[in-house]
């Protein structure tokens, strides 16, 4: 199981997977063969984590080739990271309280509780799968849904480890690693995102799941829900699409979306004038205690890398790497070229968002606006991304009809 940065390779393993997106995937999905056997499930996310591929044309390409009836469970799964990303983007202090949480609850182990931690992020707890899931999250930059909730579940309530640890040794190594959907998913685990509802592995789910593969001993018996967390803000207003503005824009590209030329339409529409792209040279550090995969910063690189020069032979415009996002760097690029605005795509919360936010007030003042592109896809979505998905789902069928996507949609 290999993973290349670009869009071309995502494209390529959207085509393959298609066929395999109806009521195969819905029967199969929940069953891990392990790494050389992933064909019950798409592999996609690693380009759509970074938009290389976005959620729209995968759900387009699917629902080409199926109904919504058939499909509907794998187009639901995409909607979870679109209900995730909309979930944390209404309540950002959830991403900075679990941040902040880190390096603390390194600090408190004990040596006990470090030896523990030490074993587990290297796979050498003599625990069945989760061993193998540990080593294989490093080897590849992937692990099956199941296999993270068993991971999880095994680290909280079996290792008694702290969460925050889990979702921060997950986020370093996936190359789909995502604020939103790793941060809620652990929450998830622990009982703190559906307060009181816990997720429990067991060995005899695992052996099924796994055809065999596992069946490990030892498990915790009971999963009591973590309760040590401050209380979930209520939600705030959503963003909202504000038009680019007109003239000559340096367009700047970064880890959460970089297919631009999906933008050239809302671009085009207000006037503006692409005459520079750039992205960071590398993605952001994705832990406040460091070490990230070195897979993860390959892929992050060479997926940006990607996107810049596709969107520059997309907008006929000249591409720089950036050293990071910061206004001094962004001045000095969008000035050189004659720009006077930066536009980006819109940066869901995380660590580019935190970058841009930093360099904002900065850029305004000397007279360089920066502007963030909501993408309709988000733009429709995120509002009803207040309650549970349950509720959530239900309005899917409505949100292709809005965005003219599918058979129903058109
Ligand atoms: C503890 C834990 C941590 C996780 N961390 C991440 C993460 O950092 N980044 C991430 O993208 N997903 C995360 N997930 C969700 C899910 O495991 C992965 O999205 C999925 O396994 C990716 O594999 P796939 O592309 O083969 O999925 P498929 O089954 O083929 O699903 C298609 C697409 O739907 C989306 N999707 C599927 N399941 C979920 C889900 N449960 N939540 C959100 N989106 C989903 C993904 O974009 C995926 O590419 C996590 C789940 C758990 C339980």
């Known amino acids: ?20 997106a109806g009521r195969a995937y819905a029967a199969e999905r929940n069953v891990d063969r392990g790494p050389n056997d992933r064909a019950n499930v798409s592999t996609l996310s690693p380009w759509v984590r970074h938009r290389l591929i976005t959620e729209r044309e995968v759900v387009e390409a699917v629902l080409e080739r199926h109904s919504l009836d058939a499909a509907g469970k794998f187009v639901q799964e995409v909607y979870w990271r679109t209900y ?7 309540r950002p202090s959830v991403w900075a309280r679990c941040t902040a949480a880190i390096a603390p609850a390194l600090e408190a182990l004990s040596a006990a509780e470090l030896a523990t931690y030490e074993d587990a992020i290297a796979g050498r707890t003599g625990i069945e799968g989760f061993d193998d899931w540990a080593r294989e999250l490093v080897e590849y930059g992937y692990l099956h849904n199941h296999a993270r909730m068993w991971f999880a579940s095994i680290w909280i309530f079996t ?31 622990a009982g703190l995102q559906t307060v009181g509802k816990t997720y429990l592995a067991t060995a005899q789910n695992i052996d099924f799941a796994t055809e065999g593969r596992f069946r490990p001993t030892g498990l915790a018996a009971e999963a009591v829900a973590v309760s040590d967390d401050a209380p979930v803000p209520p939600p705030a207003a959503p963003p909202v699409v504000v038009a680019p503005p007109r003239g000559r824009v340096a367009l700047l590209l970064h880890e959460d979306d970089l297919h631009a030329e999906s933008l050239a339409a809302q671009l085009e529409t207000a006037g503006a004038e692409v005459v520079a792209v750039a992205s960071p040279a590398a993605g952001e550090e994705r832990s406040p205690i460091g070490m990230r995969g070195p897979l993860v910063a390959e892929f992050t690189a060479h997926a940006l890398a990607d ?60 007279g360089l606006p920066l502007t963030m592109l909501l ?36």
């Open 159 to 189: 290792l008694r480890l702290p969460w925050q640890l889990g979702a921060d040794f997950f986020l370093r190594h996936l190359l789909d690693g995502d604020p939103a959907s790793n941060t809620l998913s652990w929450r998830w685990v």
């Open 84 to 90: 995730w990303k909309g979930w944390l983007e209404l």
């Open 1 to 20: 199981m290999t993973f290349d940065a670009t869009r071309a390779a995502g494209r390529e393993r959207l085509a393959d997977f298609v066929p395999r």
């Open 307 to 366: 996107g810049r020069d596709r969107a520059a032979t997309a907008f006929g415009a000249p591409a720089s790497a950036l050293d990071g996002i910061r206004a001094s760097a962004l001045i000095e690029w969008a000035r050189a070229h004659g720009a006077t605005a930066i536009v980006t795509p819109h940066a869901p919360v995380g660590p580019a968002r935190a970058r841009l936010d930093e360099a904002s007030a900065e850029l305004a003042a000397e």
């Open 375 to 410: 993408r309709e896809w988000d733009a429709t979505a995120w509002p009803h991304a207040t309650r549970g998905f349950f509720p959530f789902r239900e309005r899917i069928p409505a949100l292709l009809r809005t965005q003219r996507i599918g058979r129903d949609g058109r």
